[in-house]
């Protein structure tokens, strides 16, 4: 639920090379279930160009959470 400008900050420091979801009020938190009070709970979402929902993961651990990410979609693009 942070601002575009966090977002464009975050991807600058961290070299991300895709857009990040500015959901300020909170609304696209919500349709997902991610919205616990006034904050949104660290869920990532696969989804295809068809805008069908692929993945859904929960409990993100950053740790190794971008890896999880590369091997779904590696599944994903195999499939």
Do not use: W
């Not at 900050?9 to 609304?27: M, N, Q, T, V």
Request: contains cysteine; charged residues 25%; proline residues 4%.
């Amino acid at each position: 639920m942070d601002s575009v400008d966090s977002h464009a900050e975050f991807c600058d420091s961290e070299g991300l090379k895709f857009p990040l979801l500015a959901d300020e009020d909170g609304a696209v938190s919500k349709a997902y279930g991610s919205l616990m009070g006034a904050m949104s709970l660290r869920h990532t979402y696969i989804v295809d160009p068809n805008g069908n929902l692929r993945a859904i993961f929960t409990g993100v651990r950053p740790i190794i959470h971008s890896a999880e990410v590369l091997e779904k979609l590696d599944e994903l693009q195999r499939a």
